[in-house]
């Protein structure tokens, strides 16, 4: 490390994040466009160059959208990517087909992780106060009375070294040293089924989607993935070896009922892996917090083991900068395994369920499956709900960094992921919401300026946290103001363009809402109800303004891009 800067305050970095996976670059991503010095650690010497995770979901886009990268990430995706289930007999059982993009992008995208990887450590670039080291494992960890000194292992000659920080992410996988430093337990099952994955260039099949064969004589997956790539999965018999399933003939073999010739592949990589169903004891235990795979392990069956590691960072991101900026009570990291935990743990019940559905080898058990199966689909309702992916379990937070409403309604946004559709702005059109509000918090309402909702007090809380202010209208008003009024500079007017914000109202009786950072809906009320809603979330949120665990934090805890910032309007 170079030697600290006067003005660093007393360590030399404040978050120390282990893993450069997709987790960690993203968590240092977020980190980074906060203003807070980061140090990445991986203990291998470059980024792995091959394929792992093989689906995008349109909440991990949302996330690159939101840390200025999916422009970057989008040449390396197959958007709207279909997957279809078959029988034995290779008649189609169910197909997943989700058409909506609520969240502004699709829910399913085929990519190529390697590429979306290496646009996420090119991110990093940006920031003078981020920083990788390659082949440097974290050896140890010691929390100290006001942070965490780590040891970095060396070498190629490089001489052990020691590195202070406020906190210590792993986001280190699933064998964890993170996690084992801080004494947590990995908690749930590892299948003894294994499988075969071959990843092939030049795609022999050529076309754009995805199947999963539910095959009793031999369970397999084809999947497309991008730029000519395509992963075919295979189970592997109790008595075949796994020297034997890595035998090129074998691999052969394996292909052969789905090419012509299949020993004429460009073979990337085989291996034989197992599926694990496991979750972390804690997610955070003081000054140390996991992230990925190294807080959950899933199967592969909803493609979810990525985008969970995604919505992690995503969570932890925006509440450890508050913390270390100085704006919010170390007590706000708390809610990051009261929220991320039931969710991780419905989308690894989701992916053991699905495999089991899928992985049956006995004939009899089989027919009974597809025969449920068969007799769903033909119910209008149950095929959509298969079809748009109604069961994936969304993120709904009854408890964490939110406020319900007492009595809870069952009905009540709060703790939901807040809709994205195309809009206008006075100046510019059919922009991504997102990319209107910026990366903060915001304060949105319906058909009324947050300003006067608010009141002076409440709206300079949240214009000291850098949030942004959004007035939202019918296109119809979108150029109107009162001819006794000027427009207020602070306030954002957004015509909905497309009518599903005004959608999206008509369904609940809420007309305020409070984003935060990752576009959760912290609170919701009517218009007369915004200050004293306001006041309870700074205390939920535990934010201060003051104080807080970074003795030099001044300024706004979570900053607009100035490009964003600018072309918005929305920074006061």
């Given at each position: 490390m170079a030697a600290k800067k006067s003005g660093d305050g007393d360590c030399d970095v404040e978050v120390v994040v282990v893993g450069a996976g997709p987790v960690g670059l993203t968590l240092a991503n977020i980190l980074g466009l906060q203003g807070v010095r980061t140090l990445v650690l991986e203990d291998r010497d470059t980024l792995i160059d091959y394929p792992r995770g093989v689906g995008l979901d349109d909440e991990s886009l949302r996330t690159f959208?939101?840390?200025?990268?999916?422009?970057?990430?989008?040449?390396?995706?197959?958007p709207n990517q279909i997957l279809r289930f078959y029988d034995g007999k290779r008649r189609l059982l169910a197909e997943m087909a989700p058409a909506d993009a609520c969240f502004g992008w699709p829910k399913r995208n085929g990519f190529v992780q390697p590429l979306v990887d290496a646009e996420l450590l090119r991110g990093l670039e940006r920031f003078d106060h981020v920083r990788v080291l390659w082949g440097r494992p974290m050896t140890g960890c010691a929390e100290t009375a006001d942070g965490v000194t780590v040891s970095l292992g060396g070498s190629d000659g490089q001489e052990p070294q020691t590195v202070s920080a406020r906190y210590v992410v792993g986001c280190d996988g699933g064998r964890?040293?993170?996690?084992?430093?801080?004494?947590?337990?990995?908690?749930?099952?590892?299948?003894?089924?294994?499988?075969?994955?071959?990843?092939i260039?030049?795609?022999?099949?050529?076309?754009?989607?995805?199947?999963?064969?539910?095959?009793?004589?031999?369970p397999y997956a084809s999947i497309s993935i991008a730029h000519g790539?395509?992963?075919?999965?295979?189970?592997?018999?109790?008595?075949?070896?796994?020297?034997?399933?890595?035998?090129?003939?074998?691999?052969?073999?394996?292909?052969?009922?789905?090419?012509?010739?299949?020993?004429?592949?460009?073979?990337?990589?085989?291996?034989?892996?197992?599926?694990?169903?496991?979750?972390?004891?804690a997610f955070r235990r003081g000054r140390m917090l996991l992230a990925g795979d190294a807080a959950h392990l899933m199967p592969v069956w909803q493609g979810q083991g990525y985008n969970s590691g995604i919505r992690d960072a995503m969570n932890?991101?925006?509440?450890?900068?508050?913390?270390?900026?100085?704006?919010?009570?170390?007590?706000?990291?708390?809610?990051?395994?009261t929220e991320r935990r039931k969710h991780a743990r419905a989308?690894?019940?989701?992916?053991?369920?699905?495999?089991?559905?899928?992985?049956?080898?006995?004939?009899?058990?089989?027919?009974?499956?597809?025969?449920?199966?068969?007799?769903?689909?033909?119910?209008?309702?149950l095929k959509r709900y298969v079809l748009e992916m109604r069961f994936k379990p969304m993120p709904r937070y009854e408890q964490g960094a939110v406020v319900h409403d007492q009595p809870r309604r069952p009905d009540s946004p709060t703790g939901t992921l807040f809709i994205q559709p195309r809009v206008d702005t006075r100046t510019k059109t059919d922009l991504l919401l997102d990319d209107v509000i910026g990366t903060g918090f915001a304060v949105l309402a319906w058909n009324n300026n947050p300003r006067v909702l608010l009141g002076e007090k409440a709206f300079g809380r949240w214009a000291a946290l850098g949030a942004s202010f959004v007035a939202v209208r019918p296109s119809t008003q979108l150029h109107w103001t009162p001819p006794d009024e000027a427009d207020d500079p602070a306030v954002t007017i957004?015509?909905?363009?497309?009518?599903?914000?005004?959608?999206?109202?008509?369904?609940?009786?809420?007309?305020?809402?409070?984003?935060?950072?990752?576009?959760?809906?912290?609170?919701?009320?009517?218009?007369?109800?915004?200050?004293?809603?306001?006041?309870?979330?700074?205390?939920?949120?535990?934010?201060?303004?003051?104080?807080?665990?970074?003795?030099?934090?001044?300024?706004?805890?979570?900053?607009?891009?100035?490009?964003?910032?600018?072309?918005?309007?929305?920074?006061?």
């Amino acid at each position: 490390m170079a030697a600290k800067k006067s003005g660093d305050g007393d360590c030399d970095v404040e978050v120390v994040v282990v893993g450069a996976g997709p987790v960690g670059l993203t968590l240092a991503n977020i980190l980074g466009l906060q203003g807070v010095r980061t140090l990445v650690l991986e203990d291998r010497d470059t980024l792995i160059d091959y394929p792992r995770g093989v689906g995008l979901d349109d909440e991990s886009l949302r996330t690159f959208q939101a840390i200025g990268l999916v422009d970057a990430v989008l040449p390396h995706t197959v958007p709207n990517q279909i997957l279809r289930f078959y029988d034995g007999k290779r008649r189609l059982l169910a197909e997943m087909a989700p058409a909506d993009a609520c969240f502004g992008w699709p829910k399913r995208n085929g990519f190529v992780q390697p590429l979306v990887d290496a646009e996420l450590l090119r991110g990093l670039e940006r920031f003078d106060h981020v920083r990788v080291l390659w082949g440097r494992p974290m050896t140890g960890c010691a929390e100290t009375a006001d942070g965490v000194t780590v040891s970095l292992g060396g070498s190629d000659g490089q001489e052990p070294q020691t590195v202070s920080a406020r906190y210590v992410v792993g986001c280190d996988g699933g064998r964890s040293a993170t996690r084992r430093l801080m004494g947590v337990s990995f908690d749930g099952t590892t299948s003894s089924t294994r499988w075969l994955v071959i990843d092939i260039a030049n795609d022999p099949l050529g076309h754009p989607n995805s199947e999963v064969g539910a095959d009793p004589a031999r369970p397999y997956a084809s999947i497309s993935i991008a730029h000519g790539i395509r992963r075919f999965e295979f189970m592997i018999h109790a008595d075949e070896t796994d020297e034997q399933a890595e035998d090129p003939e074998f691999v052969a073999a394996m292909l052969a009922p789905f090419l012509p010739r299949p020993h004429e592949v460009d073979v990337i990589r085989h291996r034989v892996y197992t599926h694990h169903s496991r979750i972390a004891g804690a997610f955070r235990r003081g000054r140390m917090l996991l992230a990925g795979d190294a807080a959950h392990l899933m199967p592969v069956w909803q493609g979810q083991g990525y985008n969970s590691g995604i919505r992690d960072a995503m969570n932890l991101g925006w509440k450890l900068a508050a913390v270390v900026r100085g704006q919010a009570r170390p007590s706000l990291l708390d809610s990051y395994d009261t929220e991320r935990r039931k969710h991780a743990r419905a989308m690894i019940d989701l992916s053991t369920m699905v495999g089991k559905v899928i992985s049956p080898t006995n004939r009899r058990v089989a027919g009974i499956r597809d025969r449920v199966i068969r007799a769903a689909s033909a119910v209008p309702t149950l095929k959509r709900y298969v079809l748009e992916m109604r069961f994936k379990p969304m993120p709904r937070y009854e408890q964490g960094a939110v406020v319900h409403d007492q009595p809870r309604r069952p009905d009540s946004p709060t703790g939901t992921l807040f809709i994205q559709p195309r809009v206008d702005t006075r100046t510019k059109t059919d922009l991504l919401l997102d990319d209107v509000i910026g990366t903060g918090f915001a304060v949105l309402a319906w058909n009324n300026n947050p300003r006067v909702l608010l009141g002076e007090k409440a709206f300079g809380r949240w214009a000291a946290l850098g949030a942004s202010f959004v007035a939202v209208r019918p296109s119809t008003q979108l150029h109107w103001t009162p001819p006794d009024e000027a427009d207020d500079p602070a306030v954002t007017i957004v015509g909905d363009r497309t009518g599903e914000l005004k959608s999206w109202f008509d369904r609940h009786s809420e007309s305020v809402l409070f984003l935060r950072p990752d576009r959760c809906i912290a609170a919701a009320c009517i218009a007369q109800r915004a200050p004293e809603v306001s006041a309870r979330l700074f205390d939920i949120l535990a934010l201060t303004g003051e104080g807080g665990d970074r003795p030099d934090a001044t300024g706004p805890v979570l900053h607009v891009p100035q490009s964003t910032a600018e072309s918005a309007g929305t920074v006061p």
